[in-house]
């Protein structure tokens, strides 16, 4: 029923269950029903009537016939509720008998049995006209090569199928010629076709490691549908490399059986590769809205020229392009690329026969001059042959950049690897209007949706705008799919009904384009979590977490709790309850927090804490965040200070083991790595500055600042240089200037995050608790990573550092600890996991060994 209010009811009545009375087996001739029936393990024992179970009865029984050598068997069931029988009617179709035969040696039962339940699977269905199609792709599936098959009728519902599968073989050698740009083993390295050798374990290994890997997998017998695989792979490969007219065969002989059971077979790659074509030059034509020295720039920051004229670098320039002018607001634009290979008319002429010149190798000046009047480059480019009267200058790498024709009275010079850019279609810019949402919109408050895209209401249309809005809806974590569509273009109100001032451009005709936004919810904004492993903080531990996005109002306020529970030595835990408006004061983000630890990393201080955070993004790289704290810490007292005559020690405000901390800390971050995780380029900056105490009260005070930045930067070919400098000091505000700052918040250094090679916190002065702690702290590391193979990567680093009581202490030190080593780690994107091995070059008491290995989950920074 629908109600007026527009709510729509099921009325259901359930009724009686029907349930199975009787078994009755039709037409069944070949197998008695007292085996059929002791396959069926649901309707045999007369249950109530379930049709997938049944169905699972049914596949059995075809499964019995198939296995009797009747592979066409189907069975339909019908159940009758009102009087609980359920029939099976049959029909056997046509006996199959099997007779196998070999070329060689015979094969064994076993295997010839697994043919005929696999042949019977595939010819269960269809026609038997297809039956020998069917089989012969399972030979060849299965490496053979050479398959018969030879029916013969023995009777109305019985035939025979001899079949012989053929020959399967090995490669035993892939040779190549004609390759030039790349050698032998870069050609085998993208070939799934390659030498198995003679011994299969060998294979079988590989290809465990390549599953492992997630690579493609050798097989351990030639298959030719392989080899068109191939070709393609090695086309696409020298696409990629500027070769589009190289021409690729692959063919194979196979050798003759000699009375071996598997054959051999050689496979020849011939290659003519053709001349390389190489993108020298980009040249724009069609645009009228941007300039071209505009677009050229944007070209040469994209990617700088020379590239290879391929299909990828092609797609970059034109989405360089494309990009630019999104950027203003155009949407439509249409841009394709024309590749040129050599200019059909000379670019320039200069009056002169300069033959003995370019003969002994020289570039007259008059010659050069021209070159600079026309923009065009002559550096890293020589003389390097000539055929008759024309002269090739090339590069380094013997590619074509420019040929001289020497004419009677003049040179004619052409130009080699020009791009042309051509903007096909500009259109018209387009602002953002209204934005429009619907799909699974109750779920939260209206202003909560319109919040994330007001900002865009009037402004320029870019992609980048609008991806940016979508993903922060998606963030919302209440939606499962946001999804936005242009509705328009309408022209806006104005004078003559079209808006034409625009600042940049009073000529322009700006459309407005409304917004149509859909929403898909997910099925519930809460979720649950819980998972256990082990931690250097807790050692063995165990994780609850419970968050929801849409906790309070449909207002997406997010509340989230975690729990941790771990054993290192003794109990420690971790209790974390956070409530956050994600708009608080406009796009400020607001959080309360409240937490309870207890944990080794942190001296096993029991620290309990209340927390307000005020969080603002700025841009898409900077951060602000201001944060109120109030801790109440708790440490262990050590047995030497237990100890201490009651005349030495200190006041209760004073206590180094028990203490509170109010604090206000202000902290700006800048990040613009390129990835996240791992990065491969971009930089990170955080600095950081905490007030305790003075007029925030607190039994602790002091002032720390702490700065850490982080630089990465991308070398030869997958090689990236990432380098780390952390820095923190902790002065001032203290009532005692002699009494410790408890160690929970006090710097430490050495182990596997920060100076490897060195036991955790190991480094630095000895405090009364018979920690390692400082209130100056200073951490250098650099890392050259590179890919190994697949997944597997590998780092060279090198970790310097320390922590001091004060500054006037680092001048003590003769040496900063250091170390270098090695590590072997798996990445795998989200999860990176390895192992790293440094040597200590500077010995300290606290950690007297001379080597250690580090465990590395993630990055070291």
């Not at 029988?85 to 094969?107: A, H, P, S, Y």
């Not at 950027?327 to 590749?339: A, F, H, M, P, R």
């Not at 000046?365 to 002559?378: A, C, G, Q, S, V």
């Given at each position: 029923?629908?109600?007026?209010?527009?709510?729509?009811?099921?009325?259901?009545?359930?009724?009686?269950?029907?349930?199975?009375?009787?078994?009755?087996?039709?037409?069944?001739?070949?197998?008695?029903?007292?085996?059929?029936?002791?396959?069926?393990?649901?309707?045999?024992?007369?249950?109530?009537?379930?049709?997938?179970?049944?169905?699972?009865?049914?596949?059995?029984?075809?499964?019995?016939?198939?296995?009797?050598?009747?592979?066409?068997?189907?069975?339909?069931?019908?159940?009758?509720?009102?009087?609980?029988?359920?029939?099976?009617?049959?029909?056997?179709?046509?006996?199959?008998?099997?007779?196998?035969?070999?070329?060689?040696?015979?094969?064994?039962?076993?295997?010839?049995?697994?043919?005929?339940?696999?042949?019977?699977?595939?010819?269960?269905?269809?026609?038997?006209?297809?039956?020998?199609?069917?089989?012969?792709?399972?030979?060849?599936?299965?490496?053979?090569?050479?398959?018969?098959?030879?029916?013969?009728?023995?009777?109305?519902?019985?035939?025979?199928?001899?079949?012989?599968?053929?020959?399967?073989?090995?490669?035993?050698?892939?040779?190549?010629?004609?390759?030039?740009?790349?050698?032998?083993?870069?050609?085998?390295?993208?070939?799934?076709?390659?030498?198995?050798?003679?011994?299969?374990w060998n294979l079988r290994i590989s290809n465990l490691i390549?599953?492992?890997?997630?690579?493609?997998?050798?097989?351990?017998?030639?298959?030719?549908?392989?080899?068109?695989?191939?070709?393609?792979?090695?086309?696409?490969?020298?696409?990629?490399?500027?070769?589009?007219?190289?021409?690729?065969?692959?063919?194979?002989?196979?050798?003759?059986?000699?009375?071996?059971?598997?054959?051999?077979?050689?496979?020849?790659?011939?290659?003519?590769?053709?001349?390389?074509?190489?993108?020298?030059?980009?040249?724009?034509?069609?645009?009228?809205?941007?300039?071209?020295?505009?677009?050229?720039?944007?070209?040469?920051?994209?990617?700088?020229?020379?590239?290879?004229?391929?299909?990828?670098?092609?797609?970059?320039?034109?989405?360089?392009?494309?990009?630019?002018?999104?950027?203003?607001?155009?949407?439509?634009?249409?841009?394709?690329?024309?590749?040129?290979?050599?200019?059909?008319?000379?670019?320039?002429?200069?009056?002169?026969?300069?033959?003995?010149?370019?003969?002994?190798?020289?570039?007259?000046?008059?010659?050069?001059?021209?070159?600079?009047?026309?923009?065009?480059?002559?550096?890293?480019?020589?003389?390097?042959?000539?055929?008759?009267?024309?002269?090739?200058?090339?590069?380094?790498?013997?590619?074509?950049?420019?040929?001289?024709?020497?004419?009677?009275?003049?040179?004619?010079?052409?130009?080699?690897?020009?791009?042309?850019?051509?903007?096909?279609?500009?259109?018209?810019?387009?602002?953002?209007?209204?934005?429009?949402?619907?799909?699974?919109?109750?779920?939260?408050?209206?202003?909560?949706?319109?919040?994330?895209?007001?900002?865009?209401?009037?402004?320029?249309?870019?992609?980048?705008?609008?991806?940016?809005?979508?993903?922060?809806?998606?963030?919302?974590?209440?939606?499962?799919?946001?999804?936005?569509?242009?509705?328009?273009?309408?022209?806006?109100?104005?004078?003559?009904?079209?808006?034409?001032?625009?600042?940049?451009?009073?000529?322009?005709?700006?459309?407005?384009?409304?917004?149509?936004?859909?929403?898909?919810?997910?099925?519930?904004?809460?979720?649950?979590?819980?998972?256990?492993?082990?931690?250097?903080?807790?050692?063995?531990?165990?994780?609850?977490?419970?968050?929801?996005?849409?906790?309070?109002?449909?207002?997406?306020?997010?509340?989230?709790?975690?729990?941790?529970?771990?054993?290192?030595?003794?109990?420690?835990?971790?209790?974390?309850?956070?409530?956050?408006?994600?708009?608080?004061?406009?796009?400020?983000?607001?959080?309360?927090?409240?937490?309870?630890?207890?944990?080794?990393?942190?001296?096993?201080?029991?620290a309990l804490q209340g927390s307000f955070i005020l969080s603002?993004?700025?841009?898409?790289?900077?951060?602000?965040?201001?944060?109120?704290?109030?801790?109440?810490?708790?440490?262990?007292?050590?047995?030497?200070?237990?100890?201490?005559?009651?005349?030495?020690?200190?006041?209760?405000?004073?206590?180094?083991?028990?203490?509170?901390?109010?604090?206000?800390?202000?902290?700006?971050?800048?990040?613009?790595?390129?990835?996240?995780?791992?990065?491969?380029?971009?930089?990170?900056?955080?600095?950081?500055?905490?007030?305790?105490?003075?007029?925030?009260?607190?039994?602790?005070?002091?002032?720390?600042?702490?700065?850490?930045?982080?630089?990465?930067?991308?070398?030869?070919?997958?090689?990236?240089?990432?380098?780390?400098?952390?820095?923190?000091?902790?002065?001032?505000?203290?009532?005692?200037?002699?009494?410790?700052?408890?160690?929970?918040?006090?710097?430490?250094?050495?182990?596997?995050?920060?100076?490897?090679?060195?036991?955790?916190?190991?480094?630095?002065?000895?405090?009364?608790?018979?920690?390692?702690?400082?209130?100056?702290?200073?951490?250098?590391?650099?890392?050259?990573?590179?890919?190994?193979?697949?997944?597997?990567?590998?780092?060279?680093?090198?970790?310097?550092?320390?922590?001091?009581?004060?500054?006037?202490?680092?001048?003590?030190?003769?040496?900063?600890?250091?170390?270098?080593?090695?590590?072997?780690?798996?990445?795998?994107?989200?999860?990176?996991?390895?192992?790293?091995y440094a040597i200590p070059l500077v010995s300290v008491p606290?950690?007297?060994?001379?080597?250690?290995?580090?465990?590395?989950?993630?990055?070291?920074?």
């Amino acid at each position: 029923t629908l109600t007026e209010e527009g709510v729509l009811t099921y009325q259901i009545r359930v009724g009686d269950p029907s349930r199975i009375k009787r078994l009755q087996i039709q037409n069944n001739f070949a197998i008695s029903n007292d085996r059929l029936i002791a396959t069926c393990d649901f309707s045999r024992l007369y249950p109530v009537y379930n049709k997938a179970d049944v169905d699972t009865d049914v596949a059995a029984m075809e499964a019995l016939y198939r296995k009797n050598n009747y592979p066409t068997a189907t069975i339909a069931p019908k159940f009758t509720a009102k009087t609980g029988l359920l029939q099976f009617q049959i029909n056997e179709g046509k006996r199959v008998e099997f007779d196998f035969v070999f070329d060689t040696n015979e094969l064994s039962s076993s295997q010839q049995n697994t043919f005929k339940e696999e042949i019977g699977k595939l010819i269960s269905t269809g026609s038997p006209s297809l039956w020998e199609r069917r089989i012969k792709a399972y030979f060849e599936n299965e490496g053979y090569h050479g398959t018969t098959i030879q029916e013969t009728v023995l009777a109305a519902s019985s035939v025979q199928l001899t079949i012989n599968p053929g020959t399967r073989y090995r490669v035993t050698r892939v040779t190549f010629s004609g390759n030039r740009a790349f050698s032998d083993a870069d050609l085998l390295r993208e070939m799934t076709v390659k030498p198995t050798g003679r011994f299969l374990w060998n294979l079988r290994i590989s290809n465990l490691i390549a599953r492992f890997l997630s690579r493609r997998e050798q097989k351990r017998f030639f298959d030719k549908d392989d080899l068109q695989n191939d070709e393609h792979r090695l086309d696409i490969l020298y696409e990629k490399a500027g070769y589009p007219n190289a021409v690729i065969e692959i063919t194979d002989k196979k050798q003759p059986l000699n009375g071996r059971n598997i054959g051999e077979v050689t496979i020849q790659v011939s290659v003519f590769e053709d001349r390389k074509e190489v993108i020298h030059r980009c040249t724009i034509s069609g645009n009228r809205a941007i300039d071209t020295a505009t677009l050229l720039k944007r070209l040469e920051s994209e990617l700088p020229l020379p590239q290879p004229n391929a299909s990828f670098e092609r797609t970059v320039y034109q989405n360089a392009i494309r990009n630019v002018y999104d950027e203003l607001g155009y949407i439509d634009v249409k841009v394709n690329d024309t590749y040129i290979s050599e200019t059909e008319t000379a670019v320039f002429e200069v009056e002169g026969n300069f033959s003995e010149s370019l003969a002994d190798g020289k570039l007259p000046l008059e010659i050069r001059d021209e070159f600079k009047r026309h923009n065009l480059t002559l550096i890293g480019l020589g003389i390097a042959t000539n055929v008759g009267n024309r002269w090739s200058i090339q590069d380094i790498d013997g590619n074509p950049r420019y040929t001289l024709k020497q004419e009677p009275t003049h040179l004619e010079v052409f130009e080699h690897g020009i791009l042309n850019l051509a903007v096909e279609t500009e259109g018209e810019q387009v602002t953002f209007g209204k934005f429009y949402f619907e799909g699974d919109t109750d779920v939260v408050k209206q202003h909560v949706l319109e919040r994330e895209v007001r900002h865009l209401a009037g402004e320029r249309w870019t992609s980048d705008g609008l991806s940016r809005a979508l993903q922060n809806l998606s963030g919302l974590g209440i939606f499962r799919s946001v999804q936005a569509e242009p509705r328009g273009p309408e022209k806006i109100a104005g004078g003559d009904g079209v808006k034409t001032t625009d600042a940049e451009n009073p000529h322009a005709i700006l459309r407005t384009y409304d917004v149509l936004v859909t929403v898909e919810k997910q099925q519930q904004p809460r979720t649950f979590s819980y998972g256990g492993g082990y931690g250097f903080a807790e050692g063995w531990n165990g994780t609850l977490e419970l968050t929801n996005s849409n906790f309070l109002f449909k207002r997406n306020i997010r509340g989230s709790f975690r729990s941790r529970l771990g054993w290192r030595d003794e109990l420690g835990y971790l209790v974390d309850a956070r409530l956050t408006e994600p708009w608080l004061i406009g796009r400020t983000r607001g959080t309360l927090r409240l937490s309870a630890k207890k944990l080794e990393i942190d001296d096993n201080v029991r620290a309990l804490q209340g927390s307000f955070i005020l969080s603002r993004k700025l841009g898409e790289s900077h951060r602000l965040d201001l944060r109120y704290s109030y801790r109440d810490l708790n440490q262990p007292v050590s047995p030497m200070e237990q100890g201490t005559p009651p005349e030495l020690s200190l006041s209760e405000e004073q206590n180094a083991f028990s203490t509170t901390v109010s604090s206000l800390r202000f902290s700006w971050t800048y990040d613009a790595r390129v990835r996240y995780l791992n990065p491969i380029g971009g930089m990170f900056n955080e600095l950081t500055l905490e007030y305790a105490g003075g007029f925030l009260q607190g039994g602790t005070s002091f002032i720390k600042t702490t700065t850490d930045t982080r630089y990465y930067q991308k070398l030869i070919g997958s090689l990236v240089l990432a380098t780390a400098v952390r820095c923190g000091i902790t002065t001032g505000l203290r009532s005692n200037r002699r009494a410790e700052l408890i160690s929970f918040e006090r710097f430490w250094a050495g182990g596997s995050t920060t100076v490897r090679g060195y036991a955790e916190r190991s480094l630095g002065p000895e405090d009364s608790t018979g920690t390692y702690r400082g209130d100056v702290q200073f951490i250098f590391n650099t890392e050259l990573r590179f890919p190994i193979y697949s997944v597997i990567r590998g780092a060279f680093f090198f970790d310097a550092g320390n922590v001091w009581d004060s500054l006037a202490d680092i001048e003590t030190l003769t040496r900063l600890p250091s170390a270098v080593g090695a590590g072997l780690y798996l990445d795998f994107g989200a999860l990176t996991v390895g192992l790293d091995y440094a040597i200590p070059l500077v010995s300290v008491p606290s950690s007297p060994d001379t080597r250690r290995a580090h465990f590395r989950l993630g990055s070291t920074f």
